[in-house]
């Protein structure tokens, strides 16, 4: 079983709709959760970073994170075409200096 | 503005053969990493360089070799290119150190390798 699984997708929504893409994770001791929006043939860009359990909006985007269910997600609201990307969830532990990724959710927005 | 540059960006090697894929960063980050990225995948981590001197092992370092050239530089080889190697590689940075683990990482456009 991998540590970090991911919805694998793909998602095609109008645009406008709510993207919503979710993680699971099976070690409680992953403390730093993120999101990676990767657009094709590019490398990847840190989207949302959080830590403690709860919500955190940042615009359009909001991250959730429940460690209770080992269990985090993505929010995308009034999602835009230029929202098409690969999303890839991605935490660490405490003291280390590694991410442990999931496989990622291509998500398209059609106009 | 460069951030994290990888070269080259597009190889094609046949089997057996060797390459080195070249990374360096300019924001003055402690740590590089390697990943590869193959479908359905996700990100997998080769190798990592806490700091300059040392490198360790992630969770598919077999096949390949690493070395921390200075701060700036982080070099991934391929002694003998396998058909299985074929993937899409990244290097990335972030500030993390002994005192603070947990930072964002900057990733490389990436290096597109295919193995015939």
């Known amino acids: 079983q991998k540590e970090v699984e991911q919805d694998p997708g793909p998602l095609s929504v109008p645009e406008g709709a709510i993207v919503s893409l979710n993680c699971t994770y099976s070690?409680?001791?992953?403390?730093?959760f993120m999101w990676y929006r990767q657009y094709s043939r590019k490398g990847p860009e840190l989207l949302m970073y959080t830590y403690s359990s709860g919500n955190k909006e940042d615009g359009r985007f909001t991250a959730q994170v429940d460690k209770s269910s080992k269990y985090i997600s993505l929010f995308i609201r009034d999602s835009q075409p230029s929202d098409s990307a690969t999303y890839l969830c991605?935490?660490?532990?405490?003291?280390?200096?590694?991410?442990?990724f999931g496989a990622g959710t291509t998500v398209t927005v059609r106009a | 503005n460069a951030g994290v540059t990888q070269t080259p960006k597009f190889q094609v090697l046949k089997t057996g053969q060797s390459m080195t894929l070249q990374c360096a960063q300019d924001?003055?980050?402690?740590?590089m990493y390697w990943y590869r990225q193959d479908p359905g995948m996700g990100l997998r981590l080769i190798y990592y360089?806490?700091?300059?001197?040392?490198?360790d092992k992630g969770e598919v370092p077999n096949g390949y070799n690493v070395s921390r050239l200075n701060k700036r530089e982080f070099s991934l080889r391929l002694e003998s290119a396998a058909p299985s190697q074929t993937s899409v590689y990244f290097c990335a940075s972030s500030e993390a150190s002994s005192g603070r683990r947990n930072t964002e990482a900057f990733f490389g456009q990436g290096t597109r390798l295919t193995v015939v």
């Open positions: 991605a935490m660490s532990y405490l003291s280390d200096y590694k991410l442990s």
């Open positions: 360089s806490a700091s300059e001197g040392t490198t």
């Open positions: 924001m003055n980050h402690n740590s």
């Open positions: 070690n409680s001791a992953f403390q730093y």
